[in-house]
């Protein structure tokens, strides 16, 4: 189970530092698709999810404060899931390109991660 959790949490990393990356660097484009949200938004959104995608993995590697991977994992579970309502309120289209599909799969992942450092395998223990 472990290691199961330390490949998610590797993959959900790199997610959320690219997809937060995107997010600071295109809010213009962003802006185009989704009016809804500013570029100012789009990039405050892409930071914490930058931030969140390395501090899902670096404290419990380093052996800094491995306890905060469980919370960190909570708290982009309530963005991922967050981004998802918004997303299912302008997103109409059902297929591959809609960003809800995305954001639901990362939340479904998140939600497995923080069950499994919470409950199942902590780090610290």
Known sequence: MNILLWITQAILALLLISGG???????????TQFS?????L???IGVIEVAGGVLLVLPASMRF??????????????????????????STRFSAENPLVFSVLM???????????????????
């Open 36 to 40: 809804a949200i500013s570029p100012l």
């Open 21 to 31: 990356g995107y997010k600071v660097f295109s809010a213009a484009q962003l802006t």
């Open 65 to 90: 404060l491995p306890n905060h991977t469980s919370t960190v994992a909570v708290l982009m579970l309530v963005e991922a899931l967050a981004i998802s309502m918004f997303y299912a309120r302008y």
């Open 42 to 44: 789009w990039q405050i």
């Open 107 to 125: 939340a479904l992942l998140l939600a497995f991660v923080a069950y499994g450092r919470f409950v199942r395998s902590p780090v610290g223990a």
